[in-house]
């Protein structure tokens, strides 16, 4: 348990007047009054028709948002109770996750899902799917699998999904959806962790859990959900914080768990639950040129680092050998200082501002599908960076 509960008042006293739950969705929310109530409904539906004889609940863990977000739950949610209040701690989505593992908890929870509260494509087979494996006693954790437009998902596609697959050796294609399932036992390891004051409590948190879920060897499977239509955001304007987050917190537990991965060699493919079906994703817009332009105006802030950081200088285009070499450099500098995960990942951000627009490039007029395709070999490229590695150590300055 935490040291301090997660809880505020009202979000304690609706978990303890519901009493008991074997299976609870918990809906992260800040500002959702407009998409909320729908995400409720479809998991209430999905409570309710596919965990029929199961005690129930959903438990809203909200970031003080005075939009009547909380009521849209409770309007939504028809025939499954709700507890829904503000999370105690540091503003973010990740304070409002250890908020579910907390209430969880509470309510003796066997299985917990978790979803955004801005979908818009989340039906009930969602909660069937995410919760199922877990019920079941087949997996101990599960992650999305959804179909992407090729713009969307960059920080999956550029270093979430191909670092943390060479370094853990699963190929958990999203594991940074936003969409989990899992064994309360892991929320209860997931709480126990000292990491609730810094990014975790932030956009940390959805590559937190899954690395913890991987580096403790849980059961991981994936489950297919079709496509994710959420509220959009500008790639080139709103992804810096959230890069430097999950970046950050991927450094820090890499360094962590080095003794869990360093002996890993090559992936093998995880587990998918559910029929995967063909989806046309919407199109997401991207601009290359606007990502090269905000690599160009960054770079001297970072030029020392790099020059620290780094085995040879920067090139041109990075393809994926180059980036595969780059980010193998930058996890070397965090085995060898932990402390400075989050500079380090700071100082990355306009090196992966420059992938994205290389990758962008190369996909121009590629098939989300085909797309596929340069991801793979994007990972592929950390695998064998990660192999040419293991014979000098990982956290070697350079390659001899
Ligand atoms: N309580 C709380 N929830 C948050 C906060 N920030 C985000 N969330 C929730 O976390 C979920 C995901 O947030 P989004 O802003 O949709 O982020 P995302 O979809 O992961 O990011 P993109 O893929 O870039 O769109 C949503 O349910 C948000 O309401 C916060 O500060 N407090
Ligand atoms: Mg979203």
Same mark, same amino acid.
């Given at each position: 348990?935490?040291?301090?509960?997660?809880?505020?008042?009202?979000?304690?006293?609706?978990?303890?007047?519901?009493?008991?739950?074997?299976?609870?969705?918990?809906?992260?929310?800040?500002?959702?009054?407009?998409?909320?109530?729908?995400?409720?409904?479809?998991?209430?539906?999905?409570?309710?028709?596919?965990?029929?004889?199961?005690?129930?609940?959903?438990?809203?863990?909200?970031?003080?948002?005075?939009?009547?977000?909380?009521?849209?739950?409770?309007?939504?949610?028809?025939?499954?109770?709700?507890?829904?209040?503000?999370?105690?701690?540091?503003?973010?989505?990740?304070?409002?996750?250890?908020?579910?593992?907390?209430?969880?908890?509470?309510?003796?929870?066997?299985?917990?899902?978790?979803?955004?509260?801005?979908?818009?494509?989340?039906?009930?087979?969602?909660?069937?799917?995410?919760?199922?494996?877990?019920?079941?006693?087949?997996?101990?954790?599960?992650?999305?699998?959804?179909?992407?437009?090729?713009?969307?998902?960059?920080?999956?596609?550029?270093?979430?999904?191909?670092?943390?697959?060479?370094?853990?050796?699963?190929?958990?294609?999203?594991?940074?959806?936003?969409?989990?399932?899992?064994?309360?036992?892991?929320?209860?390891?997931?709480?126990?962790?000292?990491?609730?004051?810094?990014?975790?409590?932030?956009?940390?948190?959805?590559?937190?859990?899954? !690395?913890?879920?991987?580096?403790?060897? @849980? &059961?991981? /499977?994936?489950? +297919? #959900?079709? *496509?994710?239509?959420? $509220? =959009?955001?500008?790639?080139?304007?709103?992804?810096?914080?959230?890069?430097?987050?999950?970046?950050?917190?991927?450094?820090?537990?890499?360094?962590?768990?080095?003794?869990?991965?360093?002996?890993?060699?090559?992936?093998?493919?995880?587990?998918?639950?559910?029929?995967?079906?063909?989806?046309?994703?919407?199109?997401?817009?991207?601009?290359?040129?606007?990502?090269?332009?905000?690599?160009?105006?960054?770079?001297?802030?970072?030029?020392?680092?790099?020059?620290?950081?780094?085995?040879?200088?920067?090139?041109? !285009?990075?393809?994926?050998?180059?980036? @595969? &070499?780059? /980010?193998?450099? +930058? #996890?070397? *500098?965090?085995?060898? $200082? =932990?402390?400075?995960?989050?500079?380090?990942?700071?100082?990355?951000?306009?090196?992966?501002?420059?992938?994205?627009?290389?990758?962008?490039?190369?996909?121009?007029?590629?098939?989300?599908?085909?797309?596929?395709?340069?991801?793979?070999?994007?990972?592929?490229?950390?695998?064998?960076?990660?192999?040419?590695?293991?014979?000098?150590?990982?956290?070697?300055?350079?390659?001899?």
């Amino acid at each position: 348990m935490p040291v301090q509960s997660a809880l505020d008042e009202q979000l304690r006293r609706d978990v303890l007047r519901i009493g008991r739950a074997d299976v609870v969705v918990g809906i992260p929310s800040f500002r959702n009054a407009a998409t909320i109530g729908h995400v409720a409904q479809m998991a209430a539906r999905g409570l309710r028709e596919r965990f029929a004889g199961s005690r129930v609940a959903i438990v809203n863990a909200d970031g003080g948002s005075g939009d009547g977000t909380a009521d849209r739950v409770r309007e939504g949610a028809t025939g499954v109770p709700v507890a829904a209040g503000r999370y105690a701690g540091p503003s973010g989505k990740g304070s409002a996750f250890r908020a579910i593992f907390e209430a969880a908890g509470l309510l003796g929870a066997r299985a917990c899902a978790v979803v955004d509260a801005d979908l818009r494509s989340i039906t009930p087979e969602w909660i069937a799917r995410l919760a199922g494996p877990v019920v079941r006693d087949e997996a101990d954790y599960v992650t999305p699998l959804y179909a992407r437009h090729k713009h969307d998902g960059t920080i999956t596609n550029t270093i979430a999904y191909p670092l943390t697959r060479a370094l853990y050796g699963l190929r958990v294609r999203q594991p940074i959806g936003g969409e989990f399932g899992f064994r309360a036992d892991l929320a209860r390891t997931f709480l126990a962790e000292p990491v609730w004051e810094g990014d975790v409590a932030r956009f940390g948190i959805d590559i937190f859990m899954t !690395t913890t879920a991987l580096a403790r060897e @849980a &059961r991981v /499977v994936q489950a +297919f #959900l079709g *496509a994710k239509v959420h $509220d =959009p955001k500008d790639p080139a304007a709103d992804l810096g914080p959230m890069f430097t987050q999950v970046v950050g917190t991927l450094l820090r537990l890499a360094a962590r768990y080095e003794e869990a991965w360093a002996p890993v060699v090559g992936s093998r493919p995880a587990r998918v639950v559910g029929d995967v079906a063909p989806v046309e994703p919407e199109a997401i817009p991207a601009d290359p040129a606007r990502l090269r332009a905000k690599f160009a105006a960054t770079r001297h802030e970072h030029e020392r680092r790099w020059a620290e950081v780094l085995s040879a200088a920067v090139p041109a !285009t990075l393809d994926p050998d180059a980036w @595969a &070499r780059i /980010v193998f450099d +930058f #996890l070397a *500098a965090a085995l060898r $200082d =932990p402390d400075s995960c989050e500079r380090l990942a700071a100082a990355l951000l306009p090196l992966y501002y420059l992938r994205v627009a290389d990758l962008l490039d190369a996909a121009r007029d590629l098939s989300t599908a085909e797309t596929e395709g340069i991801i793979e070999l994007g990972a592929l490229a950390m695998e064998r960076e990660k192999r040419l590695r293991a014979a000098a150590g990982f956290a070697a300055r350079s390659r001899g």
